[in-house]
């Protein structure tokens, strides 16, 4: 397509061209109204006269008679500008006027009439109109007064004028100023394109241009450039989320191998072959975990998960995690304490559940004082162990924390902590697929809220803030007045 | 391995249409005594769980020409109620919602362990139909009583926490099976997500320690690679 040919095929030069159209339209249509009613004036000044004149005439032929008619006609016609007068006989000879000629068959009718004449002072054979009347005096002499016609086709020709160059301005206007607009979008337009084939192509990184104006295509631009944003963003998070894929799902997968290999090799007895079978499907009961949570961790990214929210009581699920955790916590020498008050929101019980389970069994892992190091204020023992999950509402936020006394989490590691696959050093030598924290992020934001972690001098609480529920409160006040005895 | 022989032998149907999966289903339930039929695809399927008498059956979800749950909703439409343990490589708890409310009894994510397979199944199973709906399980000395929640262990009274008492009524709902770590985690706490930690096993030792410890003979048993069983021992 040729730069023309571009340019005349946008919206804008469109646009124009039908405004080109209407103005033209609109401007003819003045003209016209203007052309018609003036020659309308022009036509009833005349006959307004011409009459006048005629009765002014007449009366004096029928006081003067003939000689006073023709000395009356002589004297008017030789005034400057005067009107058109012409007397014959009833024989159709003329005795008065400054007509030389006149159209055929004028004289014979009475009444009014446009016609071709010449003056008897003129001598160039050019015609001019005029409008004239025609009355029969008493005694079959016949009367003619007009009046030239050459004013008002003066003003037809100033009205055709005026017409053309109008018709030409608008033309030359809309034209130029069409192009003008339409170059203006085309070339943003064309920065846009431009832009996204260099996206298409796969540089993700490019951003639409947004000018200054704030008009509709800055709003477009800007708008296209958060969704390129939030792609490019999903688009890294894949390409992180694939590399680490390959390298902590590659890790197992050849753990599985080497050892399959090695049974295959060095096993003899059954209890060999036997314990490396065992082994091999604990490897693989680790992968398939790592799965689970990679898919849960996607489907909660996409957001796909919002199809099963209700509402409840985030204190209730508190509670619930409480009551599942409280023996292994017990069982590893740590005490896991809940406090919770109504927390309404509005969420998936079940990812919720698992984001605050996550926390919990994260707080037992790494959660433990480090032994070496003295507490520097001599906090009781038994507060040191502890581990506290706590569900309130604040503001507008649903706050589940887990809190724990450990070593916490250095705050230049806070950010990284979260991403997959990410163990921190105090954690490499623990089970786990460093996908716990992660998923609790993907949660959260999945709820709208985010994943907070912070110190709790010494120790770390990990906040899980979602929107409270706003105004369904009132549902949840039966359940949650059944909830001590359900936790009990 | 754990299945237990029945007076008739327990029939499945496997609707799957990876042949070498529903192949390996086949041969893994003829070895513990089952009587196992298989169909390829969704329509032969139907045609095969209307016609036979079936005690449950094993559906996939993607299956060709007919899905898997447009193939229980079919089944139900007519009124049929064999218990459907639904395979699916779809996971998800939505998933899973959907599978159930489609008209399945149970979901399986795939992949599976066999004896978590073969636990779901036993319990799903009409024959066993067992001490379901009684109001006081017995096993052994050990007695369970639903309405007044007390738990007697020959003659001595035992003091169960409500969530320990839903933990044992489960197992003894379902004597002499198999149950899971992931059944029990959704039956008794309702939780569909799999926890990285043995947090079962510890409220299983705090169970056993109060309706085992002291006591000659132990009625609840670790299944060593599928999880968890109550039974006398003898049986």
């Given amino acids: 397509m040729t730069a023309f040919g571009k340019l005349i095929r946008t919206t804008a030069f469109r646009l124009t061209l039908v405004y080109l159209f209407l103005f033209a339209l609109f401007a003819a249509f003045l003209l016209g109204f203007f052309a018609w009613n003036t020659r309308h004036l022009i036509t009833e000044q005349i006959t307004t006269t011409v009459n006048a004149e005629t009765g002014e005439i007449s009366d004096i032929f029928g006081r003067r008679g003939l000689r006073g008619l023709v000395l009356t006609i002589e004297n008017r016609a030789l005034r400057p500008g005067a009107n058109l007068y012409l007397v014959t006989t009833p024989a159709g000879q003329a005795i008065a006027g400054n007509v030389g000629s006149l159209a055929p068959g004028v004289m014979a009718t009475t009444g009014w009439s446009e016609t071709a004449y010449r003056r008897l002072d003129e001598q160039d054979s050019s015609n001019h109109f005029a409008l004239v009347r025609v009355t029969e005096l008493p005694s079959g002499f016949r009367l003619l007064i007009g009046r030239d016609l050459e004013e008002r086709r003066r003003l037809f020709g100033i009205v055709a004028k005026a017409a053309q160059f109008s018709l030409l301005v608008v033309i030359v206007l809309g034209l130029g100023g069409g192009i003008f607009v339409a170059r203006r979008v085309l070339r943003r337009i064309d920065a846009m394109t431009g832009t996204t084939q260099r996206i298409m192509a796969g540089d993700l990184s490019g951003r639409l241009p947004v000018g200054r104006s704030g008009d509709e295509l800055d709003r477009l631009a800007g708008n296209l450039n958060a969704m390129l944003e939030r792609i490019e963003a999903l688009m890294m998070g894949l390409k992180e989320v694939s590399d680490n894929i390959a390298h902590d799902l590659k890790t197992p997968l050849t753990r599985l191998r080497n050892r399959a290999e090695e049974a295959l090799a060095k096993s003899r007895t059954e209890p060999e072959y036997r314990s490396a079978l065992e082994r091999t499907i604990e490897e693989s009961d680790g992968l398939i975990r790592t799965f689970n949570a990679l898919l849960m961790i996607a489907r909660a990214e996409s957001g796909q998960a919002r199809g099963n929210m209700d509402d409840f009581d985030a204190a209730d699920v508190a509670r619930g995690i409480h009551e599942l955790y409280e023996p292994l916590a017990e069982d590893d020498g740590m005490t896991l304490r809940v406090k919770v008050e109504r927390a309404p929101i509005h969420a998936n019980r079940e990812l919720i559940s698992q984001a605050l389970a996550n926390l919990v069994e994260n707080a037992i892992k790494y959660g433990k004082p480090e032994s070496t190091v003295q507490p520097l204020a001599p906090t009781a023992e038994t507060d040191r162990k502890e581990i506290l999950i706590e569900a309130k509402r604040v503001g507008d936020r649903v706050l589940l924390s887990v809190t724990d006394r450990g070593p916490g989490i250095p705050v230049a590691d806070r950010k990284h902590a979260v991403e997959r696959f990410v163990r921190l050093e105090a954690s490499r030598t623990q089970p786990g697929s460093g996908l716990g924290l992660s998923l609790a992020s993907a949660v959260a934001t999945l709820h709208g809220g985010d994943l907070r972690l912070d110190d709790a001098h010494p120790g770390l609480i990990a906040t899980l803030a979602i929107p409270a529920l706003s105004g369904g409160s009132d549902r949840l006040a039966a359940q949650t007045q059944d909830m001590p005895q359900k936790a009990a | ?235």
């Fill in chain 2, 1 to 235: 391995m754990t299945a237990i022989a029945t007076d008739t032998q327990m029939r499945l149907l496997i609707i799957e249409d990876d042949r070498e999966s529903a192949d390996y289903l086949v041969k893994a339930f003829r070895e513990v005594g089952y009587v196992a039929d298989l169909a390829g695809d969704g329509e032969e399927g139907l045609a095969l769980a209307e016609g036979g008498d079936y005690d449950v059956l094993v559906v996939d979800r993607m299956l060709p020409k007919r899905d898997g749950l447009s193939l229980i909703g079919a089944l139900r439409e007519k009124g049929n109620r064999t218990p459907v343990l639904i395979l699916s490589a779809l996971g998800q708890v939505d998933d899973r919602i959907k599978g159930l409310r489609a008209g399945g009894d149970d979901y399986l994510p795939k992949p599976y362990s066999f004896a978590e397979l073969l636990a779901r199944i036993e319990v799903l199973s009409r024959r066993r139909g067992g001490p379901a709906e009684d109001t006081t399980y017995r096993v052994g000395d050990l007695e369970l009583d639903r309405l007044s929640h007390r738990v007697m262990r020959g003659k001595e009274e035992l003091t169960l926490q409500p969530r320990e008492f839903r933990l044992l009524e489960y197992l003894m709902k379902h004597a002499g099976q198999v149950v899971t770590r992931t059944m029990l985690l959704e039956n008794v706490w309702d939780y569909h997500f799999d926890p990285q930690t043995n947090v079962i096993d510890v409220h299983i030792s705090r169970l056993r320690s109060k309706i085992d410890k002291g006591f000659e003979r132990p009625l609840l048993h670790t299944i060593r690679g599928a999880g968890y069983m109550i039974r006398d021992g003898i049986r």
